[in-house]
């Protein structure tokens, strides 16, 4: 049993924060929280007076085995693949280690090699390895040669085998989410974008909108959420009307401009509970290349926000500048620079999050019976946005992996 004591409370729900609030932990979940809690004598005691805690952060959009690396400009180098490999070979320990010092306790996956990805999953849920919970999707759904397949991974034959589904047919399309599904994937990702053939110097193959609906509905009979990778509001339309779950980019910088919906997009939306991921991270790091990209993206996150659209929080971390841990305070800033308040960026990045996993009932809040994660910073977030990045604790599953405070008993 442990105990946080004289905290100020930042519990994920929207509601102000409480001050002098104790949080009682038994085993893997929240016992008991609150103002006047009792806790037992023989308890693990942790006082965190003039901290605040909140729910640990998750990453809704990110790539395990992508880059790491600050430098949004960075060109890639063959010398990068002998700490990859390293990195790979020990189950991706740096990027573990990463997301936990920054206080992500949950990440999914927006495609990784499969099923590699879902063997580290496994080695962190049954605590042979330390890391961020992760939900994961497998490989890509696109069309054949489309992105990313026949972009970013062309030429890469292990990669396209392992990272992707090409299908051209509705019933090719089952019997591949089928696969997955029998695979133990937790979700299902679709790319649904044209890219852009200025950039690739040809018209880069798409799905069809039948496709895209037989993934979907396939994916929903297995009980899988499915989030499509969209890059304009036409796309974004015939996802959402095909029953996406959430919403990826919406505006990329290849397609911008494209930030200006229509209110009936975005009305259906709101009434099918469609999850916005506006990975604004990787619109900034791509601002060299497209100097109006964070703007549209911005604007875009604005208008579906203002309307009612539920925004959850992912960084596109992997690619170069946007890296795994950090990338998500990154996120927190720009969310608020783009108009959403504090706590409105901090729910997009707990609460939000964790019902866009379909893990609400477990995640994303400080509630009772709920999984014990949670982060302790030193000063209040609501007050300045990067104040999460001041780590003072890590606690996954009621197992505290980071710990600056020290405890009183």
């Known amino acids: 049993m442990l105990a ?82 390293w990195d790979y070979l020990r189950n991706f320990a740096l990027r573990r280690k990463l997301a936990i010092e920054s206080g992500v306790t949950t990440v999914r996956s927006a495609g990784d090699n499969y099923p590699h990805i879902l063997q580290l999953r496994d080695k962190i849920e049954s605590g042979r390895l330390t890391g961020p919970r992760i939900i994961a999707p497998g490989p890509i759904f696109t069309a054949p040669g489309g992105h990313p397949a026949g972009t970013i991974y062309k030429g890469n034959r292990y990669i396209i085998e392992h990272a992707t589904r090409q299908v051209s047919d509705p019933e090719g399309a089952r019997v591949e989410v089928r696969k997955l599904a029998e695979g133990r994937v937790d979700c299902i990702k679709a790319v649904y974008d044209k890219a852009n053939p200025l950039e690739h110097g040809h018209e880069i193959p798409h799905l069809s909108p039948e496709v895209l ?46 930030a200006e919906y229509e209110d009936d997009l975005v009305k259906m939306m709101v009434d099918k509970g469609t ?23 911005e604007k875009a996150l604005r208008r579906l926000h203002d309307r009612g659209v ?31 308040t504090p706590m409105e960026a901090i729910m997009a990045a707990t609460k939000n999050a964790a019902e866009n996993l379909g893990k609400g009932n477990e995640l994303g809040t400080i509630e009772k019976g709920k999984l014990a994660d949670m982060i302790v910073v030193s000063n209040d977030p609501l007050e300045q946005i990067d104040n999460t990045k001041g780590i003072q604790m890590v606690m996954k599953s009621g197992k505290i992996l980071v710990n600056r405070v020290g405890q009183s008993r």
């Open 4 to 85: 946080l004591i004289k905290a100020r409370l930042l519990d994920g729900t929207g509601d102000e924060h409480q001050e002098d609030a104790t949080i009682v932990v038994e085993g893997t979940r929240i016992r008991e929280v609150g103002r006047g809690i009792r806790y037992p004598e023989e308890a693990r005691v942790i006082d965190v007076k003039g901290m605040t805690v909140m729910p640990g952060l998750i990453d809704c959009h990110l790539h395990v085995g992508g880059f790491v690396i600050d430098d949004p400009g960075w060109q890639f180098s063959r010398l990068y693949l002998i700490p990859f490999f």
């Open 213 to 258: 609906q037989a993934i979907v509905d396939e994916a929903h009979k297995h009980n899988l959420r499915v989030m499509v990778h969209t890059g304009d509001r036409g796309e974004m339309r015939d996802a959402v009307e095909a029953g996406a779950d959430s919403i990826e980019h919406g505006v990329l910088p290849s397609h911008a401009p494209s």
């Open 275 to 297: 999850y916005y991921v506006p990975t604004l991270a990787v619109a900034w790091a791509f601002g060299s290349l497209y100097p109006e990209a964070l703007a549209d993206a």
């Open 310 to 340: 539920k925004i959850a929080l992912g960084t596109d971390s992997g690619a170069p500048g946007v890296k795994i841990g950090s990338g998500v305070h990154k996120e927190l800033e720009l969310l608020v620079e783009a108009g959403l």
